[in-house]
Protein backbone atom coordinates (compact mmCIF):
# COMPACT_ATOMS: atom_id res chain seq x y z
CA UNK A 1 0.00 0.00 0.00
CA UNK A 2 1.32 3.46 -0.98
CA UNK A 3 1.70 5.89 1.60
CA UNK A 4 1.08 9.82 0.06
CA UNK A 5 0.56 13.42 2.03
CA UNK A 6 -3.44 13.95 1.52
CA UNK A 7 -4.79 15.09 4.26
CA UNK A 8 -6.60 12.52 6.50
CA UNK A 9 -9.94 14.46 5.66
CA UNK A 10 -9.60 13.47 2.00
CA UNK A 11 -9.04 9.58 3.15
CA UNK A 12 -11.91 6.72 3.14
CA UNK A 13 -10.93 5.55 6.98
CA UNK A 14 -13.31 3.82 9.08
CA UNK A 15 -14.73 4.72 12.37
CA UNK A 16 -12.49 2.26 14.45
CA UNK A 17 -9.18 3.94 12.35
CA UNK A 18 -10.36 7.07 13.28
CA UNK A 19 -10.68 6.15 16.64
CA UNK A 20 -7.17 4.66 16.72
CA UNK A 21 -5.85 7.64 15.34
CA UNK A 22 -7.22 9.87 17.73
CA UNK A 23 -5.73 7.70 20.68
CA UNK A 24 -2.57 7.60 18.72
CA UNK A 25 -2.60 11.42 18.65
CA UNK A 26 -3.67 12.24 22.42
CA UNK A 27 -0.90 14.21 24.34
CA UNK A 28 1.58 13.61 21.31
CA UNK A 29 3.89 17.14 20.33
CA UNK A 30 3.92 15.60 16.56
CA UNK A 31 2.82 12.36 14.24
CA UNK A 32 4.65 12.66 11.07
CA UNK A 33 2.83 12.08 8.58
CA UNK A 34 -0.40 11.47 10.03
CA UNK A 35 -1.80 10.89 6.74
CA UNK A 36 0.71 7.89 6.04
CA UNK A 37 0.05 6.36 9.40
CA UNK A 38 -3.58 6.75 8.82
CA UNK A 39 -2.98 4.08 5.71
CA UNK A 40 -1.22 2.04 7.82
CA UNK A 41 -3.94 1.88 10.31
CA UNK A 42 -6.31 1.20 7.91
CA UNK A 43 -3.87 -1.62 6.16
CA UNK A 44 -3.39 -3.09 9.52
CA UNK A 45 -7.08 -3.29 10.23
CA UNK A 46 -7.96 -4.37 6.76
CA UNK A 47 -5.11 -7.70 6.95
CA UNK A 48 -5.49 -8.20 10.18
CA UNK A 49 -1.42 -7.85 10.52
CA UNK A 50 -0.40 -5.44 13.20
CA UNK A 51 2.02 -2.42 13.18
CA UNK A 52 5.51 -3.27 14.30
CA UNK A 53 6.16 -0.43 16.77
CA UNK A 54 9.50 0.63 18.23
CA UNK A 55 10.90 2.33 20.90
CA UNK A 56 14.71 2.49 21.88
CA UNK A 57 16.26 3.36 24.79
CA UNK A 58 19.86 3.04 25.88
CA UNK A 59 20.30 2.16 29.68
CA UNK A 60 21.84 5.19 30.59
CA UNK A 61 20.56 4.51 33.92
CA UNK A 62 19.25 2.22 35.86
CA UNK A 63 16.19 3.95 37.56
CA UNK A 64 13.10 5.15 35.68
CA UNK A 65 10.86 8.28 36.50
CA UNK A 66 7.92 9.89 35.71
CA UNK A 67 8.97 11.14 32.49
CA UNK A 68 10.42 7.58 31.41
CA UNK A 69 6.63 6.56 31.20
CA UNK A 70 5.24 9.51 28.74
CA UNK A 71 6.16 7.27 25.83
CA UNK A 72 5.52 3.94 27.41
CA UNK A 73 2.30 5.02 28.19
CA UNK A 74 1.64 5.86 24.63
CA UNK A 75 3.13 2.32 23.81
CA UNK A 76 1.29 0.89 26.27
CA UNK A 77 -1.91 2.43 24.41
CA UNK A 78 -1.24 1.33 21.02
CA UNK A 79 -0.38 -2.06 22.11
CA UNK A 80 -4.35 -2.26 23.44
CA UNK A 81 -5.16 -1.26 20.30
CA UNK A 82 -3.28 -4.62 18.88
CA UNK A 83 -0.14 -3.86 17.88
CA UNK A 84 3.09 -5.37 18.45
CA UNK A 85 5.58 -3.34 20.34
CA UNK A 86 9.38 -3.59 20.14
CA UNK A 87 11.06 -2.52 23.36
CA UNK A 88 14.48 -2.04 22.03
CA UNK A 89 17.32 -1.63 24.24
CA UNK A 90 20.47 -0.23 22.66
CA UNK A 91 23.39 -1.98 24.47
CA UNK A 92 25.19 -1.63 21.00
CA UNK A 93 24.22 2.69 20.86
CA UNK A 94 25.27 3.21 24.43
CA UNK A 95 28.64 2.49 23.89
CA UNK A 96 28.60 5.46 21.39
CA UNK A 97 26.81 7.72 23.94
CA UNK A 98 23.68 9.71 22.54
CA UNK A 99 24.46 13.47 21.99
CA UNK A 100 21.30 14.87 21.95
CA UNK A 101 20.42 17.73 23.49
CA UNK A 102 24.20 17.90 24.31
CA UNK A 103 26.80 20.69 24.25
CA UNK A 104 29.43 18.38 24.89
CA UNK A 105 30.73 14.39 23.98
CA UNK A 106 28.52 12.30 26.09
CA UNK A 107 31.02 9.28 27.66
CA UNK A 108 30.34 6.19 26.40
CA UNK A 109 29.29 3.57 28.97
CA UNK A 110 31.25 0.52 29.82
CA UNK A 111 29.51 -3.09 28.34
CA UNK A 112 29.80 -3.72 32.21
CA UNK A 113 27.51 -0.47 32.85
CA UNK A 114 25.33 -1.34 30.26
CA UNK A 115 24.47 -4.76 31.34
CA UNK A 116 24.55 -3.88 34.75
CA UNK A 117 21.58 -0.92 33.76
CA UNK A 118 19.95 -3.08 31.75
CA UNK A 119 18.87 -6.13 34.13
CA UNK A 120 16.31 -3.05 36.10
CA UNK A 121 15.22 -1.51 32.60
CA UNK A 122 12.28 -4.48 31.49
CA UNK A 123 11.30 -5.01 34.42
CA UNK A 124 10.66 -1.44 35.74
CA UNK A 125 9.35 -0.38 31.87
CA UNK A 126 6.60 -3.87 32.55
CA UNK A 127 4.94 -1.83 35.04
CA UNK A 128 3.64 0.38 32.40
CA UNK A 129 3.92 -2.13 29.38
CA UNK A 130 2.23 -5.57 28.85
CA UNK A 131 4.98 -8.07 29.24
CA UNK A 132 3.58 -11.04 27.44
CA UNK A 133 3.34 -9.01 24.68
CA UNK A 134 6.21 -6.85 24.56
CA UNK A 135 8.81 -8.08 21.91
CA UNK A 136 12.47 -7.30 23.82
CA UNK A 137 15.46 -6.80 21.49
CA UNK A 138 19.21 -5.60 21.55
CA UNK A 139 20.12 -3.49 18.75
CA UNK A 140 23.80 -5.53 19.60
CA UNK A 141 22.30 -8.19 17.60
CA UNK A 142 22.65 -6.33 14.16
CA UNK A 143 24.56 -3.86 14.69
CA UNK A 144 27.81 -6.00 15.78
CA UNK A 145 27.58 -8.08 12.88
CA UNK A 146 27.63 -4.95 10.91
CA UNK A 147 31.56 -4.85 10.82
CA UNK A 148 34.15 -2.15 9.87
CA UNK A 149 32.84 -2.75 6.49
CA UNK A 150 29.43 -2.40 7.00
CA UNK A 151 29.74 0.62 9.04
CA UNK A 152 31.71 2.64 6.41
CA UNK A 153 28.83 1.39 3.84
CA UNK A 154 26.44 2.46 6.42
CA UNK A 155 28.34 6.07 6.28
CA UNK A 156 28.04 6.27 3.25
CA UNK A 157 24.80 6.98 3.12
CA UNK A 158 24.56 10.70 4.89
CA UNK A 159 26.54 13.55 4.26
CA UNK A 160 28.33 15.84 7.06
CA UNK A 161 26.30 18.74 5.64
CA UNK A 162 22.88 16.63 6.76
CA UNK A 163 24.44 15.75 10.01
CA UNK A 164 25.22 19.28 10.46
CA UNK A 165 21.24 20.34 9.94
CA UNK A 166 20.99 18.59 13.64
CA UNK A 167 20.34 21.71 16.31
CA UNK A 168 22.93 20.66 18.66
CA UNK A 169 25.39 20.09 16.26
CA UNK A 170 24.93 23.06 14.39
CA UNK A 171 25.20 24.97 17.95
CA UNK A 172 28.35 23.08 19.06
CA UNK A 173 30.10 23.32 15.71
CA UNK A 174 29.74 27.24 15.33
CA UNK A 175 30.45 27.68 19.13
CA UNK A 176 33.82 25.95 18.15
CA UNK A 177 32.91 22.33 20.73
CA UNK A 178 34.15 19.42 19.61
CA UNK A 179 32.36 16.98 17.83
CA UNK A 180 33.68 13.23 17.68
CA UNK A 181 33.43 11.55 14.44
CA UNK A 182 31.83 8.50 16.25
CA UNK A 183 28.86 11.11 17.62
CA UNK A 184 27.73 11.25 13.84
CA UNK A 185 27.14 7.14 14.07
CA UNK A 186 24.82 7.42 16.65
CA UNK A 187 22.00 8.58 14.75
CA UNK A 188 22.76 6.48 11.47
CA UNK A 189 23.01 2.97 13.92
CA UNK A 190 19.87 4.09 15.70
CA UNK A 191 17.95 4.28 12.17
CA UNK A 192 19.78 1.25 10.97
CA UNK A 193 17.67 -0.43 14.21
CA UNK A 194 14.49 0.92 12.23
CA UNK A 195 15.52 -1.02 8.94
CA UNK A 196 16.30 -4.04 10.88
CA UNK A 197 13.29 -4.43 12.47
CA UNK A 198 11.45 -3.10 10.09
CA UNK A 199 9.60 -0.51 12.17
CA UNK A 200 6.16 0.91 10.72
CA UNK A 201 6.15 3.81 13.75
CA UNK A 202 8.88 4.62 16.17
CA UNK A 203 8.37 6.72 19.60
CA UNK A 204 10.54 9.00 20.88
CA UNK A 205 10.96 12.77 22.84
CA UNK A 206 11.18 15.62 21.13
CA UNK A 207 14.65 15.54 21.52
CA UNK A 208 15.06 12.30 19.51
CA UNK A 209 13.28 13.76 16.36
CA UNK A 210 16.44 13.89 14.10
CA UNK A 211 17.38 10.41 15.07
CA UNK A 212 14.21 9.56 14.10
CA UNK A 213 14.02 10.88 10.69
CA UNK A 214 17.41 9.21 9.95
CA UNK A 215 15.60 5.82 10.56
CA UNK A 216 12.85 7.19 7.97
CA UNK A 217 15.42 7.87 5.54
CA UNK A 218 17.51 4.85 5.65
CA UNK A 219 14.36 2.45 5.15
CA UNK A 220 13.91 4.50 1.82
CA UNK A 221 17.00 3.72 0.69
CA UNK A 222 16.76 -0.09 2.07
CA UNK A 223 13.93 0.18 -0.16
CA UNK A 224 11.87 0.01 2.98
CA UNK A 225 8.33 1.56 3.74
CA UNK A 226 9.77 4.50 5.58
CA UNK A 227 7.97 4.16 9.17
CA UNK A 228 6.01 7.10 10.79
CA UNK A 229 7.66 8.84 13.77
CA UNK A 230 5.40 9.87 16.42
CA UNK A 231 7.56 12.82 19.41
CA UNK A 232 6.33 12.46 22.68
CA UNK A 233 6.61 16.34 25.00
CA UNK A 234 9.05 15.99 27.47
CA UNK A 235 7.52 15.70 31.05
CA UNK A 236 8.46 19.06 33.74
CA UNK A 237 9.57 18.05 36.90
CA UNK A 238 7.56 18.88 40.25
CA UNK A 239 9.13 22.21 40.02
CA UNK A 240 6.68 22.67 36.89
CA UNK A 241 9.90 24.50 34.69
CA UNK A 242 12.88 21.87 34.21
CA UNK A 243 12.65 18.42 32.39
CA UNK A 244 11.95 15.90 34.69
CA UNK A 245 15.35 14.18 35.58
CA UNK A 246 16.71 12.83 38.87
CA UNK A 247 20.20 14.63 38.88
CA UNK A 248 18.02 17.72 39.42
CA UNK A 249 15.51 16.20 42.51
CA UNK A 250 12.69 16.82 40.44
CA UNK A 251 11.58 13.84 39.72
CA UNK A 252 8.80 10.75 40.87
CA UNK A 253 10.68 7.45 40.70
CA UNK A 254 8.40 4.60 39.51
CA UNK A 255 9.77 2.21 42.22
CA UNK A 256 9.48 4.84 44.87
CA UNK A 257 7.85 3.85 48.15
CA UNK A 258 3.89 5.56 47.25
CA UNK A 259 3.55 7.32 50.11
CA UNK A 260 6.61 9.38 49.08
CA UNK A 261 5.06 9.45 45.41
CA UNK A 262 1.70 10.66 46.96
CA UNK A 263 2.98 13.25 48.17
CA UNK A 264 5.49 14.33 45.51
CA UNK A 265 2.59 14.70 42.97
CA UNK A 266 0.43 16.57 45.79
CA UNK A 267 3.14 19.20 45.11
CA UNK A 268 2.63 19.69 41.83
CA UNK A 269 1.12 23.29 41.01
CA UNK A 270 -2.65 23.34 40.13
CA UNK A 271 -2.12 24.17 36.69
CA UNK A 272 0.48 21.44 36.22
CA UNK A 273 -1.81 19.19 37.32
CA UNK A 274 -3.52 19.05 33.97
CA UNK A 275 -0.12 18.42 32.08
CA UNK A 276 0.64 15.65 34.19
CA UNK A 277 -3.19 14.05 34.10
CA UNK A 278 -2.79 14.80 29.97
CA UNK A 279 0.35 13.06 29.66
CA UNK A 280 0.53 10.28 32.47
CA UNK A 281 -3.41 9.43 32.99
CA UNK A 282 -4.95 6.79 31.55
CA UNK A 283 -8.64 8.39 31.97
CA UNK A 284 -10.56 9.69 29.19
CA UNK A 285 -10.52 12.83 27.37
CA UNK A 286 -13.66 13.58 28.27
CA UNK A 287 -13.09 13.00 32.04
CA UNK A 288 -10.87 15.22 32.33
CA UNK A 289 -12.34 17.64 30.38
CA UNK A 290 -14.90 17.36 33.10
CA UNK A 291 -12.71 17.71 35.49
CA UNK A 292 -11.70 20.93 34.14
CA UNK A 293 -15.31 21.98 34.03
CA UNK A 294 -15.77 21.06 37.63
CA UNK A 295 -12.95 23.05 38.68
CA UNK A 296 -14.02 25.66 36.98
CA UNK A 297 -17.42 25.68 38.59
CA UNK A 298 -15.86 25.89 42.27
CA UNK A 299 -14.48 22.49 43.04
CA UNK A 300 -10.98 22.29 44.79
CA UNK A 301 -8.48 21.44 42.57
CA UNK A 302 -6.49 19.59 45.66
CA UNK A 303 -9.75 16.89 45.11
CA UNK A 304 -8.71 16.67 41.37
CA UNK A 305 -5.08 16.14 42.58
CA UNK A 306 -5.87 13.42 45.01
CA UNK A 307 -7.68 11.42 42.45
CA UNK A 308 -4.86 11.64 39.67
CA UNK A 309 -1.48 11.05 42.77
CA UNK A 310 -3.78 7.78 43.84
CA UNK A 311 -4.44 6.57 40.24
CA UNK A 312 -0.62 6.95 39.90
CA UNK A 313 0.28 5.27 43.01
CA UNK A 314 -2.56 2.28 41.94
CA UNK A 315 -0.74 1.86 38.87
CA UNK A 316 3.11 1.09 40.33
CA UNK A 317 1.95 0.01 43.44
CA UNK A 318 -1.74 -1.15 44.56
CA UNK A 319 -4.96 0.47 45.56
CA UNK A 320 -4.45 -0.50 49.16
CA UNK A 321 -1.19 1.16 49.07
CA UNK A 322 -2.78 4.53 47.09
CA UNK A 323 -5.34 4.30 49.92
CA UNK A 324 -2.84 3.89 52.73
CA UNK A 325 -0.85 7.47 50.87
CA UNK A 326 -3.78 9.24 50.89
CA UNK A 327 -4.06 8.97 54.72
CA UNK A 328 -0.86 8.96 55.64
CA UNK A 329 -0.74 12.62 53.46
CA UNK A 330 -3.64 13.58 55.41
CA UNK A 331 -1.87 13.05 58.75
CA UNK A 332 0.81 15.12 57.77
CA UNK A 333 -1.18 17.78 56.87
CA UNK A 334 -2.40 17.89 60.35
CA UNK A 335 1.54 17.78 61.68
CA UNK A 336 0.76 14.18 62.32
CA UNK A 337 4.05 11.76 61.71
CA UNK A 338 3.98 9.08 58.88
CA UNK A 339 3.79 5.55 60.09
CA UNK A 340 6.71 4.42 57.91
CA UNK A 341 9.41 6.32 59.49
CA UNK A 342 13.32 5.06 59.12
CA UNK A 343 14.19 4.13 63.04
CA UNK A 344 17.88 5.03 63.57
CA UNK A 345 20.43 4.58 66.20
CA UNK A 346 23.17 7.27 66.87
CA UNK A 347 25.48 7.71 69.59
CA UNK A 348 27.80 10.33 71.75
CA UNK A 349 24.98 12.16 73.31
CA UNK A 350 24.96 15.19 73.31
CA UNK A 351 24.78 15.81 69.49
CA UNK A 352 25.10 19.73 67.60
CA UNK A 353 21.47 19.96 66.14
CA UNK A 354 23.70 20.16 62.39
CA UNK A 355 25.35 16.90 62.76
CA UNK A 356 22.26 15.15 64.42
CA UNK A 357 20.46 15.95 61.15
CA UNK A 358 23.40 14.75 59.17
CA UNK A 359 23.75 11.29 60.41
CA UNK A 360 20.31 10.87 60.51
CA UNK A 361 20.43 11.18 56.48
CA UNK A 362 18.20 14.00 56.95
CA UNK A 363 20.54 16.52 55.42
CA UNK A 364 23.52 16.24 53.08
CA UNK A 365 25.56 18.34 55.00
CA UNK A 366 25.83 19.95 58.76
CA UNK A 367 25.70 23.89 56.62
CA UNK A 368 22.72 22.62 55.27
CA UNK A 369 20.95 21.37 58.19
CA UNK A 370 21.69 24.44 59.73
CA UNK A 371 20.22 26.84 56.70
CA UNK A 372 16.92 24.79 57.53
CA UNK A 373 17.10 25.31 61.26
CA UNK A 374 17.23 29.35 60.12
CA UNK A 375 14.58 28.39 57.68
CA UNK A 376 12.20 27.25 60.11
CA UNK A 377 12.40 23.97 58.54
CA UNK A 378 13.50 21.63 61.44
CA UNK A 379 11.44 19.84 63.89
CA UNK A 380 11.57 17.71 66.95
CA UNK A 381 8.60 15.94 68.31
CA UNK A 382 6.33 18.55 66.46
CA UNK A 383 8.36 21.31 68.14
CA UNK A 384 10.20 24.09 65.54
CA UNK A 385 13.95 24.54 66.27
CA UNK A 386 15.34 27.82 66.16
CA UNK A 387 18.74 27.57 67.67
CA UNK A 388 21.59 26.53 65.94
CA UNK A 389 24.12 26.17 68.47
CA UNK A 390 21.10 23.59 70.38
CA UNK A 391 22.84 20.28 71.59
CA UNK A 392 20.58 17.33 72.15
CA UNK A 393 20.84 14.56 74.37
CA UNK A 394 20.27 11.43 74.61
CA UNK A 395 16.60 10.01 74.31
CA UNK A 396 14.14 8.84 71.18
CA UNK A 397 12.61 11.48 69.80
CA UNK A 398 10.92 11.75 65.65
CA UNK A 399 13.02 14.50 63.84
CA UNK A 400 11.36 16.38 60.93
CA UNK A 401 13.04 18.10 58.06
CA UNK A 402 10.90 19.87 55.69
CA UNK A 403 7.38 18.59 54.79
CA UNK A 404 8.53 15.16 53.84
CA UNK A 405 11.58 13.95 55.45
CA UNK A 406 11.34 12.22 59.05
CA UNK A 407 13.17 10.13 61.05
CA UNK A 408 12.37 8.48 64.97
CA UNK A 409 15.85 8.57 66.36
CA UNK A 410 17.21 6.84 69.50
CA UNK A 411 20.22 8.95 70.84
CA UNK A 412 22.55 7.15 73.53
Known sequence: MQTNNKPVESLALSDSVLEALAVTKRGVDELLIEAEFAQKLARSEKTGKPLRIKLGL???????????????NKMRQLQNLGHNVIFLIG?????????????ATRPPLTKEQIEENAKTYFAQASLVLDPSRTEIRY?????????????????????????????????????GTPISVHEFLYPL?????????????????????????????????????????????????????????KSKGNYVGITE??????????SISDTMMWRYYELLSFRSIAEIAQFKKDVEGGRNPRDIKVLFAQEIVTRFHSQKAAEDALADFNNRAKGGIPDD???????????????????????ASSSEALRMVEQGGVRIDGETVSDKALKVDAGTFVLQVGKRKFARVTLA
Not at 141 to 170: N, S
Not at 257 to 266: E, I, R
Request: overall charge negative; some cysteine.
Open 58 to 72: DPTAPDLHLGHTVVL
Open 257 to 266: PGNTMFAKLM
Open 341 to 363: IPEISLSGAPVGIGQLLKQANLC
Open 91 to 103: DFTSMIGDPSGRN
Open 189 to 245: MQGYDSVALQSDLELGGTDQKFNLLVGRELQKDYGQEPQCILTMPLLEGLDGVEKMS
Open 139 to 175: NSEWCDPLGARGMIQLAAKYTVARMLERDDFTKRFKA
